[in-house]
């Protein structure tokens, strides 16, 4: 056993040192955009404006724009996909396929000048290359100047027309956008299924619509204006800082405004024929959850927020998310939770989705989760294990269908392997991380990783970095194993024996992947004893309780341990491997002694021989 003063001192100066900040260059945008909607053939023209600063250290000889709404189109990749895939996603299947020419979606680019002088492009399904005759110089800035013309497709995949709900405009992913590049190059990904990675900037809207639509958006409005015929209203939105862009808009929209706190309104935006009083007692939920959510994420940096009725499921947005409204109180609170802390976990942070969704979804989940039982659950600081997910991440692995978190999100071979990676095993990530570092410290270096990275699109590295520095351990064993291999967790106590110097308790590491150990015994008085086991590669441990015993390293070669305590064998009523069930064992049945199995396997027998 060691000494618990020397390490836990090592521990504090580790928490002091390097508190810079990273320096990483990033492109930055600035759109301007007029769109004029034709709400009888759901087409609109648009203007579009691009000043592109290439602050990489790179000559760019082309660009990449993404044309989202191409998707959807029979034949598409993201049709062939959702018609092939091993288990075809529900709601999509065979629908575009069987689109008509007026339910289809599409971009056509009728010109494309950079810096005023035409530039020949080419279009390949959802990706549009730009060769530019110019290459952009490292440092320069650029304008490129569009004009489209798009079809809006009927709703089938978080935006579109006329929705299950009867919106009529569900408007996300639904302009020509200039891809993402950096450090890594450019990112022209497909739109397949998801997801998104964007280079921030300002963004500087103005939608044409007939004068009856209620427009939502992101951003803040900053003017409506009527034309002369007093057919349309235009309107002007302003979002700075955001990688993206959505709206709504419906003749029938009642629109709610409810103040969180100072210099943050949430709008709310729903049809009133439907669900009126459930939509109403929203904006009270988000009073209560959103506070709690700064608190554990820190703090939302923009003026306003929009819950926008409309698309299928939800969808995270900046400043807005387009969510369906047909369901339970609960459950539309649930989804405007799991929505708007998105704007953490993606719109602020900017995680590249098509690599890092478990940064995104799975971070989500976790603070979901949370704030779903603060709200609802009068025990929320109990901070219960996430079951649910534990559940699910079994299943898979057990199917044997699971694949790394380092797949590319589209790539997966199955849809349930992919969302049990990006929301199970993600949000599991954390859960195994709080019980690593401990509570305290994991709260405050979320809070960190926040603060150091918002606005600067982090990797997993950079995460994990914030990680070590904040608990001053060493944790990148943790991410070798848990993102990038499919190794599981897998503690058993093996042994306990009546030795010369009291008990001896041996241990066995089942799985492959190591993890430190809280071992708690009870005795059969109600007192209970607490050892932790640190893990030798963590190079220390995380902060004792006054009660815990720290125990010598498990090194992680080794697959056996023991340990002898001063205590007589019938005094133990059990002992546990992490009776908090935070650490992500695959098989709790051997975490205890006695195996609470083999003793139902005792009951089972006597029952039986009883009713014989
Ligand atoms: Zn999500």
Known sequence: MLTRGILGLS???????????PDRWQQQVEYKMNIDMDVETNQFTGFQKLKYYNNSPDTLDKVFYHLYFNAFQPGSMMDVRSRTHTDARRGVNDRIFKLEADEIGYHKIKSFKQNGKNVNTSVDGTIMTARLSSPILPGETVVFDMEFESQVPIQIRRNGRDNAEGIRYSMGQWFPKIAEYDYSGWHPHDYIAREFYSPWGDYDVTINIDSDYVVGASGVLQSTEVSKNDKK??????????????WGADPDYTHDVVNIREGLDVHIYYQTDTLKEQWQQLGEYMKKAVPFIESKCGKYPYPVYKIIQGGDGGMEYPMATLMIGHKSLK???????????????????????SYLYWMDEGFDQYYDEMTMSYLFDENYESRKPMSGYYRYYKGVV????????????????????????????????????????????????????????????????????IMEKESGLELSWFFDYWVKTTKTIDYAISNVNTVKAGVEISMERMGLMPMPLDVVLTKKDGTIQQYYIPLGMMRGHRELSQNETLMTPWKWVNPYYSFVIDIEEDEIKSIEIDPSRRMIDINYDNNEYPNRNSELEIKGKSDKLENN
Request: aromatic share 12%; net charge negative; no cysteine.
């Open 398 to 465: 057990e199917s044997g269908k699971e694949e790394p978190l380092t797949t590319h999100a589209d790539h997966f071979e199955n849809h349930r392997a992919y969302g049990m990676a990006a929301y199970g095993k993600g949000a599991l990530a954390l859960q195994n991380l709080e019980y690593i570092m401990g509570r305290a410290v994991f709260d405050r270096a979320m809070l960190r990783y926040y603060d150091t990275w918002k606005f600067k699109h982090p990797n997993a590295v950079d995460f994990e970095v």
């Open 331 to 353: 459950s539309l609170v649930g989804t405007a939770v799991h929505e708007i802390i998105h704007s953490w976990y993606q719109l602020v942070l900017g995680t590249n989705e």
């Open 233 to 246: 209203t235009a309107h002007r939105y302003l979002a700075e800082n955001v990688h993206d862009f959505a």
């Open 11 to 21: 521990l504090v100066i580790l928490g002091f040192t390097a508190l810079a900040q």
